[in-house]
């Protein structure tokens, strides 16, 4: 018989993630704020729950993958919070991209309550979610780590453990969105001076996705920018913002001057202040680079 | 009978490229201002010239390599230059990284003499022009472009169209050299934020290179990063700066704020203040984030 | 009799406050985290109190000028806080430079308890407060604005009223201590250039501070900025960090960016993070500039 | 009798001075690119001329005011240029907004005809000029400076000494406009803030404008930006580009990072690129301000 696991959070991400769980023969107790989403999940091997407590009762694993730390907080310390019904010995599987301190305060309560939380936010856009090729980064103590192990094993490409402090895997996630952000904003800046000279924006994409640039980010973000193709929205300017807050709250905490991350954060705030949150984060920069060079 | 070719400028660039040149079976005639170093390129096939003007005097071809505008344009238009002696009908393949602006400006003063411009900027470090692997920008007139093309050939693994103005492959040229100090900048602010916070700059530097970042720059460039290896000194700081300048130059030119080149522009233009000139610009960011970390 | 007024905080700017209260004919019970403190106000007219709340007990008007929004928080609605014994009808006179979002929810809990929250944020060095010459910023309820009035009187040269919009005077104070930065910043950039040239930085900043420039600002930081004099700490740099931290902040929650935000945000940063926090702000922003330009 | 001085460049701050010299009972030999500006001078004591040569014809003193490096270059060392004529012992008096290094590049040609060239640059808007109120700086070898000290003085309020470097004065000149671009920056940042945060930013221009900011740059450029009044377009915007420029490149030549010139460097790049050129550049740099904040 195979085991039981709570599962909490079913957006772009929760979702693939939690039909693989089942797939592979996992029970899922499921809470999502939108109760009716987890209908989509079907009916075989899935308990629906009215809260995150119920979702993490009598079990040894839950998961959760939620937009953001004041989320995760809640659903984790609050009145039904996953807190009020884990067991002890039982692992929180912690998956949302949340800033590091936040990892660090929930990690030392699950330990007053006997429990543990393992951080291991991910890689990978919902279609690598759905293929099983997440990459996984995670940090936590050994025991913790080696008892969520198979689990993980099932959702990845690979699980990268970056240590024992608690919020080291989260620094690692924040510090790829910020790589991922600043290669964006690299490549309109580059592009549209490209544009502006008379050259053909695609074509430099493609000669440096394809040479000096051969990586995925280069190649899927940078085809996007060189189109100015902006839709369908995958993910939204105002949660790229998000991200670029954490990585700039990062750079405060660790008392270290990012002027990188200052430009990224500046280029979806802009995006947000002028309205285009609900774009798609390519845009968000894209669009902004080109509107400052009056295209 | 092979073709002899005008050569000029045998800098760390400048010198795999003859050699192939003469490996391939051209003739050479060649100048360069520290005339010993002509030496090098042993007798077969070379001819030691005095100037540039008797490098380029009854040849088809010349190819200058030169350290910036201001060397290229007295090399070419100055007393002992290129146009005194170019004839009618042959081309001048120019590869240093210099502005559009002063590309199309000697165009037209070749043009005028009769002969013929190329923009031909590389892609690659030494190692890269030793083994023919460079990667050949070209921008300029068709048929010039198709005569040059025999030559081009054999020096590089792939020759770029990127059209008929005669400056575009120098902005290519140029935006690359930017994108390749932005993405040093940002890894050195990432890995520098992952020791902050007590993780291994190496563990993380491999994860992203063998992952989203899987490309040749995040790899060398980041293995140096990470490892804080700074010897030896490939390319220089002060000459990184210098192409920094290039790039701030164009976004003048072009009308377009480019926050990330100032960014860069202002951590090697730091470097040189602090006298760092002479180190290799991995050195001059990476030294600087860590500098202002505190670290 | 003279009204008794509570008192809470007796930090650089909190005793002289203080003092001309006393002078005035107030009664005051103080609170001070450090009790020995309270001694220095002399005993006529002092009552020495334990906690926020016993200061606050019994009377019409609480004064509280604190370091951060934490502090200021804690001993409002902590344990021992002012809410914990304020009166129904009494004013809280809140002095600290903080954030409007910590205004408007103290405000709030004021309300709710039947009492009253003034922001009176000012502006002013430990003289100015010491000879009533402070600028008195203040926002909020009309009637609490008049009834604080006589107090608010005696202790400045001016109050000037920003609206019935609680947080709107820390709006004021933070955009102010902002320019105040951004001018440090600025002089000391303006006066390296004049320096690195061969000029006299002290002539430089003279000719402005009593032409174009002929503002206290200008003048006062302008001498200690050219004159590298950095002794006496007046205020320290990491203190200085924070009201940047103030303002990025709430360029964040106002969702507009501000690239000056940035630069002093990031020049305090790295005086923190370089180990210069205990300095004066003005050695943390002018041998900020000094040191990037290698001097 | 008084004396003849030659006199280049009647733009709106030529203008104004060559008319107090008239009625200071000088004798001017004048040209301006467009000639027929010349007739708003009267004829009384005017004589209007073909070239710079041409005015700077049999004078011990030729006075210059241009827009830019380019201008005075070509004005001095052309065909028709200043050099051509100008006498052994004679002095000129070059009052543009120009590079230290063009003022040394021209200090070496004028000394190597046996004239003097003097850097005056002057900080003033027209009616300031036309009220001899401007502060000219000036610097250059004592004998120059103390031969063309009575015509300076009755021209400016005071004359200001800034050495023997030729470019000194061009430094100081560049360094103004630098502060007073980045306090147009920093209220136009600050106003916003407050507009946003629901206050009046009318008011808060008042405020600081009579008690920490108490000068004129924050009193009058104060005024414009606070009330978004961007007519009638005294300097533009492209013109404040142009000066950025100067500030920015100092920068480079002086070997220091300035990250504040950045920041008004890209503030009116972006107007320029964005078609505002021909705007004041209040409205360059405030319009910026609020359009990046959606407003």
Not at 85 to 114: F, Y
Not at 127 to 135: G, I, M, S, V
Not at 195 to 205: I, T
Request: some cysteine; glycine content about 10%; aromatic content about 8%.
């Amino acid at each position: 018989m195979k085991t039981t696991i709570g599962f909490i959070g079913l957006g772009n991400m929760g979702t693939p993630i939690a039909k693989n769980l089942l797939a592979s023969g996992y029970h899922l107790q499921v809470y999502n704020r939108t109760l009716s989403k987890i209908d989509e999940l079907g009916s075989e091997g899935v308990t629906k729950c009215q809260s995150p407590a119920e979702a993490a009762a009598s079990v040894q694993f839950v998961i959760s993958m939620l937009s953001d730390d004041e989320v995760l907080r809640e659903s984790t310390t609050g009145d039904g919070g996953i807190l009020k019904t884990l067991q002890p010995n039982a692992v929180h599987i912690s998956m949302s991209t949340i800033s590091p301190d936040t990892a660090e305060e929930l990690a030392k309560l699950h330990q007053q309550a006997g429990s543990s939380y393992l951080a291991a936010p991910v890689f990978g856009r919902p279609e690598a979610a759905a293929a099983r090729k997440l990459w996984i980064c995670i940090s936590g103590d050994e025991k913790t780590k080696t008892n969520a192990r198979p689990i993980l094993d099932c959702l990845g490409q690979a699980v990268i453990d970056f240590g024992d402090k608690t919020g080291g895997a989260n620094v690692v996630k924040i510090a790829g969105n910020f790589m991922i952000m600043a290669s964006m904003e690299m490549m309109a800046e580059a592009y549209t001076l490209a544009e502006k000279n008379g050259l053909d924006r695609v074509q430099v994409s493609e000669f440096f996705g394809s040479t000096l640039f051969a990586a995925p980010i280069f190649q899927n973000y940078g085809k996007l920018i060189a189109n100015k193709q902006y839709q369908p929205v995958g993910f939204k300017s105002k949660l790229g913002y998000k991200d670029a807050r954490l990585a700039f709250k990062l750079s405060q905490t660790s008392e270290m001057p990012m002027p990188t991350v200052n430009t990224v954060h500046n280029r979806l705030l802009t995006a947000v202040a002028k309205g285009w949150g609900e774009t798609d984060w390519v845009e968000g920069v894209s669009r902004g680079v080109s509107d400052d060079a009056g295209l």
